[in-house]
């Protein structure tokens, strides 16, 4: 006879464990399964091991400041690759340990185990049926190589098997500039590495705005080869060593870190068994609002509904997820901004609607060229481009692409000011200190406001009331 649960959740990561974190608050009949490593992507193998590296790597590349700012440098500093990635994985593992705590704690109901949906309200797992009122799956997702690709065994390394290097290579090409691949060949570009990067597409970071993809394009492949609109092939040169081929440039390496993609992990789940259509990536569809597919009792959540791949939407897939599973109707929640951050330097970020998404005779387009901006001159890092997207008939804040220094934090306040629905003259009536580097943000506001039919915009600060004349 099969065990019967209120709530059975597929995968411990980012939306499993969100999910889970509303689950326990209305049931503690609930049962999660994960395949594989517990500890979500972003603490094992994304966004916080990229992110010590990153440190590691505007810590040492700080040197070449030296002589701007008036220091002498005596001796030599080195990089123990080593060190580095020792560090890299000890605070990794230790961010892991905080993760894992929610899952190890659960004793029974949590099963380590690959689970094969048998039915809408039916799971198998290691043997067992389980049957349920409610299934979310939340499998995530995994890298891909392409498979002619893998016969290089450990000459080639993705996302996942990137922090496991014992040592920093002499030697590396990136395929695939994305946010990961791009944070990753700078870093170990500015670790000594000589890396060579490539993409198939003319742009990089998921910049679509052509002007701000110009300039980041401009200030990175300062620090190392970039290709663009370049496929990529790759051929064995010697017993240690790749050549990767692409269009008319050859480069011989140790290392290719492919970050082309991922996949949805679906591999046996049989969602099949749901009984309705699947997609080409073998997914079914669902509402991005309940999370639920069709009008079944499951929810499908974070990066294995290839809706949008970080790992702020899949805490939010989870929470939903979680929440309407447990209530007796399904609730629609409203989307946050999107907001999407690359944390190379200058960072490249972009919230709300893209360029890709503009209706350009609708839209003004406010710009500031970091080159000329103040606070950026002082700390020698001033370049990149910032474009802020407002309607041109209201003036309503619409969108923004950058690559500029403090880009994450800037694009943080444009994806509030965004989600509240203020128009570029509401946000300039608010508070701009002296000299930071917000104040770029306010010489675009102003280059879109003046684009902007006249009779809209009113002083900067806010006007509370006019005295009677005499």
Known sequence: MAREVDVLIIGAGTAGLSALGHVRKSTDNFLIINDGPYGTTCARIG???????????DVFHKRHLYNEMGFNLNGTVEVDGKAVLERVRRIRDNFVSHVRMATDSLGEKSISGRAKVLAPDLVEVNGEQIKTKALIIATGSTPVIPGPWKKFGDRVVTSTTLFEIEDLPKTMAVVGLGAIGLEMAQSFSRLGVKVTGFDALNTLGGITDPQVAA?????????????????????EDGPDRIRVISNNESVSVDKVLVSVGRRPNTDDLRLENLGVPLNKAGIPEFNENTMQVADLPVFIAGDVNTRIPLLSEAADDGHIAGYNSTQGMNHQFCRRTFLGIVFTHPNIAATGKKYSDLNLEETVIGSMDYTKQSR????????GLLRVYAEKSSGKLIGAEMAVPDGEHLAHTLSWAIQRELTVFEVLELN???PVTEEGLRAALRSAAAKIEEGKSGPEVPLCHTLPTE
Request: aromatic share 6%.
């Open 47 to 57: 966004c916080m091991p990229s992110k010590l590296l990153i440190e590691a790597a």
């Open 215 to 235: 300039s980041a394009v401009s200030v990175l492949e300062k620090e190392f080869p970039i290709h663009l609109e370049s496929m990529v092939s790759l051929e």
């Open 376 to 383: 950026a001159i002082t700390a020698a890092r001033n370049h």
């Open 432 to 434: 701009f200190y002296h």
